[in-house]
T-cell receptor, first 118, second 114 residues
């Protein structure tokens, strides 16, 4: 069975601080995919990133960066110089070999509520 | 390109009633998945459809069902509603069954059961 753990229920920081959201996963699949989604108050889940289990390269996209480490089964997400607009609930998710293309279904963590204070 | 659309956005029903929710995927997307989001259980996979066939189903009772039409639009139905069915129901679409595609989510339908 797959499992995703986001131990941080809520994080509150002051604007411009860097913040890291933790994600630890469990799976028996050798091929799997990891995702991060953002859910603003409007409710829609916004896709941020997808990584497959064979690609451990860290990725940076603007103020966002992701650190994937298979050795510790972690896929952490860092926001640099946070802004008030980053306030949302962030979900880490895991899928099997089909890459979240639908057949597997995504297994989500409970989410981390990030509050950026001005 | 228009995103995933879901109707209605809000719905209030009473226990014992049934409800049908609708999802229109992104144009060209053939896979549609449904998820239930509650404060207690979080986001849980309901089922997935591709080419009008249900390929996978999460751990939900038979009161939850769905279907997909030839134009890839999908509906989900919940019969004999219970208070615990109050949730945000999210639909997601992706391009195909075989590609390792990302699921894109709609805004959700918030169902309240009284």
């Amino acid at each position: 069975a797959q499992k995703v753990t986001q131990a941080q229920t809520e994080i509150s920081v002051v604007e411009k601080e860097d913040v890291t959201l933790d994600c630890v996963y469990e799976t028996r699949d050798t091929t799997y995919y990891l995702f991060w989604y953002k859910q603003p108050p409007s409710g829609e889940l916004v896709f941020l990133i997808r990584r497959n289990s064979f690609d451990e390269q860290n990725e940076i996209s603007g103020r966002y960066s992701w650190n994937f480490q298979k050795s510790t089964s972690s896929f952490n997400f860092t926001i640099t110089a946070s802004q008030v607009v980053d306030s949302a609930v962030y979900f880490c998710a895991l899928s099997g070999p089909y890459g979240g293309g639908g057949a597997d279904g995504l297994t989500f963590g409970k989410g981390t509520h990030l509050i950026i204070q001005p | 390109k228009a995103g995933v659309t879901q109707t209605p956005r809000y719905l209030i029903k009473t226990r014992g009633q049934q409800v049908t929710l609708s999802c229109s995927p992104i144009s060209g997307h053939r896979s549609v998945s449904w998820y239930q989001q509650t404060p207690g259980q979080g986001l849980q996979f309901l089922f997935e459809y591709f080419s009008e066939t249900q390929r996978n189903k999460g751990n939900f009772p038979g009161r939850f069902s769905g279907r997909q039409f030839s134009n890839s639009r999908s509906e989900m139905n919940v019969s004999t509603l219970e208070l615990g069915d109050s949730a945000l129901y999210l639909c997601a679409s992706s391009i195909s069954a075989t590609n390792t595609d990302t699921q894109y989510f709609g805004p959700g339908t918030r169902l309240t059961v009284l």
